[in-house]
């Protein structure tokens, strides 16, 4: 894998009835538009719209990262503590390593917002070479808990998670991402941050 591709996502929207056209995903556009607007570095995406079935889920991490060679995996639905809320399990069943980190600071940037935030089983973990972060459904929530909690000035008061994520891809092998520092800025170590790109 080179540092140098562009940063390819899967973007992986799990719910029974948006996948069975009950109502309009609305998860994988609100990613899209939010990566978007916060990556100067280019990158594509893959999608899957998929129901609440763990073993599905499973083949589609594994699919997205082994054969696609996706360097980061969104997922969005099924975190919750009803029946068939399985989305962090089948996380769990492919990962290599597990992230606490993530999922912590997701509920606690939710909690910010809603006490129900509490309820919320998301992860962060590691397959291979790549990142799968577990959001939150509702566009709101995504871009809240990408992007942190800002006072009545923009100022940001609690980062979000996506500060983290291009330093993350740094060390389990993945290309250099840099963001639009305006929507979320990544933060890197002295030592590991490359000179800026000129522009074209």
């Known amino acids: 894998m080179n540092t140098n591709d562009p940063l390819l996502i899967g973007l992986v929207s799990i719910s029974d009835r948006a996948s069975q056209g009950v109502y309009e995903d609305q998860g994988i556009p609100a990613l899209q538009a939010w990566f978007d607007s916060a990556l100067a570095s280019p990158w594509r995406m893959e999608t899957r719209l998929i129901p609440d079935e763990r073993p599905l889920i499973e083949r589609t991490l594994i699919e997205l990262i082994d054969e696609v060679g996706c360097h980061l995996v969104l997922t969005t639905g099924g975190t919750g503590p009803a029946p068939r809320d399985v989305t962090p399990e089948a996380t769990l069943a492919v990962a290599d390593k597990v992230l606490p980190g993530f999922g912590e600071e997701m509920r606690r940037i939710s909690l910010n917002f809603v006490p129900t935030a509490i309820l919320s089983r998301q992860v962060g973990a590691v397959r291979g070479k790549a990142l799968i972060l577990n959001l939150p459904g509702q566009p709101k929530s995504i871009r809240e808990t990408l992007e942190g909690v800002r006072d009545a000035q923009g100022v940001t008061t609690v980062n979000g998670i996506f500060a983290a994520v291009p330093y993350c891809l740094d060390l389990i092998g993945g290309p250099y991402v840099e963001t639009v520092a305006s929507v979320v800025k990544a ?13 074209a």
């Not at 933060?187 to 522009?199: E, G, N, Q, V, Y």
């Open 187 to 199: 933060f890197r170590p002295k030592s590991a941050i490359r000179p800026a790109t000129p522009a």
